[in-house]
């Protein structure tokens, strides 16, 4: 039982480069999350899909785009990395909301240079 | 904008202390919960309490929830070294008598425990 998998662990772009960062559950969950860590600043919430078929966007959204592709997968697009967006990245899920709390993905560490 | 507010912001005590940390939040929430990062780690959940608790036990963790007071706090009891890690709290806030199926966290304690 994996749980969250976050791919890449690591990655390094230039500005203004794209990429996608993969996450996959193999638990059954209904709820995605995509966080991001910054020193300092604790996690703050990029974008959400409570259930299948659905996304919303959270505290820190610009910049970023999302897509739940299955309800196992959700994934978190940079269509044009800037420096701000250099951060730790973390996926997260949830079978029910209010009786469980998140399992978290072990994260991609991102730089945009 | 930060739900949680994790005090204090560090904490370093010996192996066999306990160690307390408090988390204050401003609006009206479902449940709180407590998660713990090791270094360069994903976070794991430790416990849940909801509203309508006022405190909650899982082996040498107690929370305890004041919702007149907005504000809840974590007690590791005979602390080890193997518990040196980041402690955040993170909110599931009310909306419209239901939630609203995202989590808000603090910044976070960090906890070091000397051997």
């Known amino acids: 039982n994996a749980g969250v998998t976050q791919t890449p662990k690591f990655q390094v772009l230039k500005t203004g480069q794209s990429m996608t960062l993969q996450c996959a559950q193999d638990?059954?969950?209904?709820?995605m999350y995509w966080y991001r860590q910054d020193p300092g600043m604790g996690l703050r919430l990029i974008y959400y899909?409570?259930?299948?078929?659905?996304?919303d966007k959270g505290e820190v959204p610009n910049g970023y785009n999302v897509s739940r592709l299955n309800k196992r997968e959700f994934s978190l697009r940079l269509e044009s990395a800037a420096p701000s967006q250099t951060s730790v990245y973390f996926c997260?899920?949830?079978?029910?909301?209010?009786?469980?709390?998140?399992?978290f993905g072990s994260g991609t560490r991102l730089t945009v240079v | 904008s930060q739900q949680g507010e994790e005090d204090p912001q560090a904490l370093s005590i010996q192996e066999g202390e306990n160690a307390t940390m408090n988390c204050s939040y401003k609006?009206?929430?479902?449940?709180l919960q407590w998660y713990r990062q090791n270094s360069g780690r994903g976070l794991v959940h430790l416990i849940l309490?909801?509203?309508?608790?006022r405190e909650k036990h899982s082996g040498r963790l107690r929370v305890t929830l004041d919702t007149s007071k907005k504000s809840s706090s974590l007690l590791i009891t005979a602390s080890r070294a193997a518990d040196t890690a980041s402690y955040f709290c993170?909110?599931?806030?009310?909306?419209?008598?239901?939630?609203?199926?995202?989590?808000?966290f603090g910044k976070g304690t960090l906890l070091t425990v000397n051997p």
């Open positions: 997260a899920s949830i079978l029910t909301f209010g009786n469980y709390g998140y399992t």
């Open positions: 638990m059954n969950h209904n709820s």
């Open positions: 899909s409570a259930s299948e078929g659905t996304t």
């Open positions: 609006t009206s929430i479902n449940n």
């Open positions: 309490i909801r509203s309508n608790e």
């Open positions: 993170a909110t599931d806030a009310e909306k419209s008598g239901g939630s609203n199926y995202k989590l808000t």
